[in-house]
């Protein structure tokens, strides 16, 4: 059974950092493209930050410059690395493996973020 299990998530004030963790079981996440995704009330889902089995990170312009993503193979977990943090970065963020452009095969529950201004 593949479980992708989500932690990290929190309240923040705006310029604050988090570190989001994405702990994979029965799947090796390294072995197809990984992804971070958010979701806010009333907006569509944005994959936030992609990873692909190589190595290429594919970032939304949205985060571009204030994000990472990486993964620990050993570990199998996956992360996001979130600095000056705004309230619109707001929302619940879900890890995903098996990712193709929008879809993906297997979903985390999600951590939900919150950025106080």
């Known amino acids: 059974q593949v479980q992708l299990v989500e932690s990290g998530g929190g309240s923040v004030q705006a310029g604050g950092s988090l570190t989001l963790s994405c702990a994979a079981s029965?799947?090796?996440?390294?072995?197809?493209?990984m992804a971070w995704f958010r979701q806010a009330p009333g907006k569509e889902r944005e994959r936030v930050a992609s990873?692909?089995?190589?190595?290429?990170?594919i970032y939304a312009q949205s985060v571009k410059g204030r994000f990472t993503i990486s993964q620990d193979s050993a570990k199998n977990t996956l992360y996001l690395q979130m600095n000056s943090l705004t309230p619109e970065d707001t929302a619940m963020y879900l890890c995903?493996?098996?990712?193709?452009?929008?879809?993906?095969?297997?979903w985390g529950q999600g951590t939900q973020v919150t950025v106080s201004s």
């Open positions: 995903a493996a098996g990712v193709v452009d929008m879809n993906a095969r297997y």
């Open positions: 029965g799947y090796t996440l390294s072995s197809s493209r």
């Open positions: 990873l692909s089995s190589y190595g290429m990170t």
